[in-house]
């Protein structure tokens, strides 16, 4: 009982002391990590999110359909042999590890712009989740080009399972899991791609 007493003092001492910060606040740091994401994710689609292949689109769309079931994603939305949809629970496309190694890139990176919003105490309420609580939707848009071969083009988003009142999460993943993600992707698709 004691030892929960001091925890309690000490945590009240703690929040008198670094005084307390707005939900605005919280949203502005939010939304600057968005940004600088979304910056750096389109940078990193630009030159990595798109390739051609010497194939037809339907040979791309079924390659590109088997690859996100491997991956372990659900597909959601699919047009035949033009755009397909899928969806699954973060840490996905990635194993623990993998994940475990993106969140020590990406954390201290996040916190860092947090904190010029909420200050270095509550700039670590901002983490990556551990798994499960965000989807992953990977959009692959299959278009075809001159001599049956075909343009690829792959984006990941993120998005809240749960929506947390008076606070708007963006849709842009931590860059180093899109570059990690492109790589994972483009082998599992070009394995496929190759049994066609």
């Known amino acids: 009982m004691k030892y929960i007493s001091i925890l309690t ?50 040979d791309c769309w079924n390659a590109a359909k088997e690859s996100a079931i491997q991956l372990g994603f659900t597909i959601t939305e699919e047009s035949k ?10 840490p996905t496309p990635f194993t623990v590890d993998e994940y475990k190694a993106i969140k020590t890139i990406e954390e201290p990176m996040m916190q860092a712009i947090a904190a010029n919003h909420v200050g270095k105490f509550y700039s670590n309420f901002y983490y990556l989740d551990e798994g499960g609580k965000f989807y992953v939707t990977v959009k692959v ?9 075909s343009s690829v083009r792959v984006a990941f988003q993120i998005d809240p399972k749960e929506d947390i009142k008076g606070f708007i999460y963006g ?15 483009w082998y599992v698709f070009e394995n496929n791609l190759i049994k066609k």
């Open 141 to 149: 848009q299959i278009t075809p080009e001159a001599d049956d071969k």
């Open 81 to 90: 042999n033009s755009l397909l949809t899928a969806q699954a629970l973060t």
């Open 9 to 58: 003092f000490n945590v009240i001492l703690l929040v008198l002391i670094s005084g307390c910060i707005s939900m605005q606040q919280m949203q502005n740091g939010m939304n600057e990590i968005d940004a600088f994401w979304g910056e750096a994710n389109q940078k990193i689609i630009s030159s990595k999110g798109t390739r051609s292949y010497p194939n037809r689109t339907n």
């Open 171 to 185: 849709h842009n993943p931590p860059p180093e899991s899109v570059r990690k993600g492109l790589e994972k992707w």
